[in-house]
């Protein structure tokens, strides 16, 4: 089964752009998850998607999106770019939280933003 | 949210056992307490995950006394390709989120 693919692998912005990362969750997995971790702030929770829907956000402002589609694949778009936003960004996917359990999560690889 | 503490950092030698104890005072009664690992610029990978007494698997143990408020994952003689950040998290009730704390930096040296 092929694994939590994430495109682009690296990408060089610069302040004021935006930017869409892309994730593709193993099949059949319909929660997907983003991360963002940098040095100084370690891994940081941005938001989920299940089913199309936002389920839980973390506290990042606005200019972090994100979306899910009927196939559950994910996009996530920052806009305004500053430089702090450099950072490695993470997607995981799961099957899904079912009353407390906690299930696995797959992460991909990220993808690598720069911001100059 | 229930938060973690564990150690910034263990060194230890190859064939060695390694235990890496993390507390979490406030863990909710519904909570699992999950480990990750993880490699430079590479997503964190699940280990193991338990609600109570031992849960072991092919690559590690982990260890929670009856009272909860901590957790010791286990690697038994570790190798060099074991130098990585681990992470203990401890679920959130009824989503899928991760709450991930700084992690311990395990160094293994031949």
């Known amino acids: 089964k092929a694994g939590v693919t994430q495109t682009p692998r690296y990408l060089i912005k610069t302040r004021g752009q935006q930017v869409t990362l892309s994730c593709s969750p193993i099949s059949g997995h319909r929660s997907v998850s983003w991360y963002q971790q940098t040095p100084g702030q370690g891994l940081q929770f941005l938001f989920e998607y299940f089913s199309e829907t936002q389920r839980n956000k973390g506290n990042f402002p606005g200019r972090f999106s994100g979306r899910q589609f009927s196939n559950s694949r994910s996009e996530m778009n920052v806009s305004t770019l500053e430089l702090g936003d450099s950072a490695l960004y993470l997607c995981?996917?799961?099957?899904?939280?079912?009353?407390?359990?906690?299930?696995?999560?797959?992460f991909g690889p990220g993808t690598r933003l720069t911001v100059t | 949210l229930a938060k973690t503490t564990q150690p910034i950092s263990m060194d230890s030698y190859e064939g060695q056992e390694v235990n890496i104890t993390c507390s979490h005072n406030n863990i909710a009664t519904n909570d699992y307490i999950t480990w990750y690992q993880q490699f430079p610029s590479q997503g964190p990978r699940f280990i193991i995950q338990?609600?109570?007494t031992k849960v072991t698997n092919e690559v590690a143990s982990l260890f929670i006394p009856a009272d909860r408020k901590s957790s010791t994952l286990s690697l038994p003689r570790v190798s060099l390709s074991d130098t990585a950040v681990y992470y203990c998290l401890v679920g959130d009730k009824g989503y899928s989120t991760l709450t991930f704390g700084k992690g311990t930096m395990l160094l293994v040296s031949p």
């Open positions: 338990g609600y109570k």
């Open positions: 995981a996917s799961s099957l899904g939280a079912s009353g407390a359990r906690q299930y696995e999560q797959y």
